[in-house]
């Protein structure tokens, strides 16, 4: 029969139909929550996905403002502009697209951000909030900037109906951005995790053992069906852009054919990565109100 095939645009589209219920109740209070983004270079994907970005908050009634800058660009000028955002009271999150060019230092561009606008959840005051929960609490989620792709992972799960409580998850992949607080956010849900990376020995027999496994290797199809336990739940974070189109860390067709649920690419965590940096600009906007 095949996998149920979890479509994260739907999810996301469940998700944004409160956040514009929310955003209509916050401007009749006056607020207007807003976002920028900081665009350096001409790279053709982050021009892509700053687009959708844009578009994305202009359709749930968020206030966007983008600052393109021309890969020459010193660090100072681009510093100078992130200070001027940090002070002004009309944007609530402030996004830099990633990556940068090398003269400029991406940690010290992340850390000018403030904590309070930082909706990527990239800050270390951020990851130091996240990473010393214990365990996942709605209250204790409403406080935090948590990274949009690993939150998105954890609502399309919990939106899917997987228990997380007992299961076991292998994460394939230990980078900042998805592989290490994916992990922490599974620990935090009751997960029993094992985090696999270039090192890790026998890989596909780690798989195997997985009731989750979450792939964010950046390597196209790398993810195999021998690798994969009958009746798992195959979350894909890859984006590759190869001669047959735009494909996943996970060989869709084969893995499918083992696993209780699926997510494709494109369609899966995608949608829900923009949709949670949604959430955060709201969250930056009524914490900034209430002068949290």
């Keep these: 029969m095949g996998a149920k095939i979890i479509s994260g645009e739907e999810i996301s589209e469940e998700i944004r139909k409160g956040l514009r219920e929310e955003i209509n109740r916050l401007k009749e209070r006056g607020v207007v929550p807003g976002l920028a983004t900081l665009l350096v270079g001409e790279d053709p994907a982050s021009q892509v996905y700053v687009r959708s970005k844009r578009?994305?908050?202009?359709?749930?009634?968020?206030?966007?403002?983008?600052?393109?800058?021309?890969?020459?660009?010193?660090?100072?000028?681009?510093?100078?502009?992130?200070?001027?955002?940090?002070?002004?009271?009309?944007?609530?999150?402030?996004l830099v697209q990633l990556p940068l060019p090398p003269q400029?230092?991406?940690?010290?561009?992340?850390?000018s951000i403030s904590p309070d606008k930082d909706v990527d959840g990239?800050?270390?005051?951020?990851?130091?909030?996240?990473?010393?929960?214990?365990?996942?609490?709605?209250?204790i989620e409403e406080e935090l900037f948590l990274p949009c792709t690993p939150h998105g992972i954890i609502e399309i799960l919990k939106?899917?109906?997987?228990?997380?409580?007992?299961a076991e998850a292998v994460v394939v992949g230990r980078s900042n951005i998805v592989g290490k607080p994916v992990a922490l956010l599974l620990l935090a849900n009751n997960a029993t995790v094992t985090v696999c990376h270039t090192g890790t020995k026998d890989l596909g027999e780690v798989c195997r053992r997985a009731d989750v496994l979450i792939a964010a290797i950046g390597r196209p199809k790398f993810i195999r069906g021998e690798m994969v336990k009958q009746g798992a739940v195959v979350i894909d974070v890859g984006v590759n852009r190869t001669e047959e189109g735009l494909v996943g860390d996970v060989s869709f067709l084969e893995v499918k054919e083992k696993a209780s649920a699926i997510t494709p690419v494109p369609g899966?965590?995608?949608?829900?990565?923009?949709?949670m940096l949604l959430v955060n600009t709201v969250k930056a906007a009524k914490r900034q109100e209430s002068g949290g």
């Design 55 to 94: 578009r994305a908050c202009e359709k749930v009634g968020i206030h966007t403002e983008q600052y393109t800058f021309p890969a020459t660009i010193k660090e100072k000028e681009l510093l100078g502009k992130i200070s001027e955002l940090n002070e002004r009271h009309d944007i609530n999150g402030i």
């Design 104 to 111: 400029i230092d991406s940690n010290r561009v992340l850390l």
């Design 268 to 275: 899966g965590v995608g949608p829900m990565t923009v949709t």
């Design 122 to 139: 990239f800050h270390p005051i951020n990851v130091g909030r996240y990473m010393s929960m214990k365990y996942f609490d709605q209250m």
């Design 159 to 166: 939106r899917t109906g997987v228990e997380l409580k007992g």
